[in-house]
């Protein structure tokens, strides 16, 4: 075996994949091209560093991202307690102060004697124990190398990343604070629109011009979850109303009233001044986004600090490479982990590095690794991606059958092994989340010993 671990990538996965090897007093050499080479998305050279969102998701356990969480938590995860030491108020949800938690992240790597930072672009897979956490946004070079290793044909979809704007420069005569049902503070800026405002916003928004793609890029799989918001007007003008848009909850106490729509902007930094419109990730022009914008209630005079751009996702197709230890099936050694799985959200890169620094120290030690059960949120995304039983399909026109290619997924209950309950009780979502919740703790402490 060799005396150290190569991982490439310190984003969220690799970072979490470093710092656990590293407390297990295994060596670990951790390649970021960042600075000297940067993404279409990344703004800076820090680990960790958060792209599209700040946001983790909900810390409510019954919640398939909230239990995720308390999973990862039981499992020593790193980069949750990093995340709650520099978390923003959101509601019901773990938001972080980007660049601080990014800064934190890289001091406790840089001051870690088992991790080597070494700010260099790697372009081949190298010989030894590897993990590749190199993400959505790998270099064409390396994503070259991992498709010949694969022998795959496609390796990317696409997904956006939304404006941030000063909170200084929006109009509070018009946007209020709240969170929906009031539940937690009332941290997210509301714009609410009647019907007229939401039709004109809906007019600029369909008939603005986009940010023309590359040949190679025209055919280019959006992520379902993460479609720009130009894509999701297309299919219908009340799209949006049932979407990020929902006024669903969201009373101004000032008239009492629920609106007809609703932009949210979520807290973006710890110093309360940037703010990110949620569910606005776009691949408009910047001209057209900043009409866009203004065209929202609060938002008339909007300074604009960043604009939303698309930007191409790597990932491999895991059920024909990966165990559901995220090791690869063809060579002992080398791991995967991240987005570049085919899971989708920081939370779950997080949960897939600390999947892939585990296994590759049992890996090093000579010990059985971990499968985590389909009954945890953990085991349920590991066995998902890696299992190829639900692309399965029969084809319409021979009757054949052919697997259908896979589509980035995030933390859910449907990919849960299921839970029987009392005939009288199986319509009771709330009930059947919390029974499922209970279950994957329990199931995770007894793994833990807790």
Known sequence: MENFVTIIGAGLAGSEAAL?????????????????????AHTGGNCAEFVCSNSLGSSDITNASGLLKAEMELL??????????????????????????????TERIKSDKN????????????????????????????A?????????????????????????????DKAFWGSRY?????????????????????????NAPRIEQHDADKDAKFFESCLPVEVLASRGIDTLRFGPMKPVGLIDKRTGTENYAVVQLRQ???????????????????????????SI???????IVRYGVMHRNTFINASQILNPT????????????????????????IAGGLLAGINMAKRIQGEELFIPPQETMLGALAHYITDKAHLAHISKRDGTLRYLPPQPINSNWAIVSPIELPKKDRKNKKLKTEFLSKRALEVMKGIVGR
């Open 182 to 206: 009031d539940k937690g503070e009332a941290s997210y800026i509301n714009c609410p629109m009647n019907k007229d405002e939401y039709e004109k916003f809906y007019n600029i928004l369909i």
């Open 115 to 142: 991790i080597e930072l070494i700010r260099e672009e790697i372009t081949d897979i190298p010989d030894g124990l590897v993990i590749i956490a190199s993400g959505p946004l790998t270099s064409d070079k390396l």
């Open 76 to 105: 020593g995860g790193e980069l949750i307690t990093i995340a709650k030491e520099h978390s923003v108020p959101a509601g019901n949800a773990l938001a972080i102060a980007r660049e601080d938690f990014a800064l934190a992240v």
């Open 268 to 294: 973006d930094d710890s110093a309360k001044t940037l703010f990110n419109l949620v569910g606005f990730q776009t691949n408009l022009k910047w001209g057209a986004q900043k009409e866009l914008v203004h």
């Open 20 to 40: 656990q090897l590293a407390k297990r007093g295994i060596k670990v050499k951790l390649w970021e091209m960042r600075p000297n080479k940067m993404t279409g």
């Open 326 to 349: 995220f090791e690869t099936r063809e060579r002992k050694g080398l791991f995967f982990a991240g987005q570049i799985t085919g899971t989708e959200g920081y939370t779950e890169s």
């Open 144 to 172: 070259n190398s991992i498709q010949k290793f694969t022998k795959s044909e496609h390796l990317h979809f696409f997904d956006a990343i939304a404006p941030i704007v000063e909170v200084d420069s929006i109009n509070f």
């Open 297 to 303: 209630p609060g938002l008339e005079n909007a300074n």
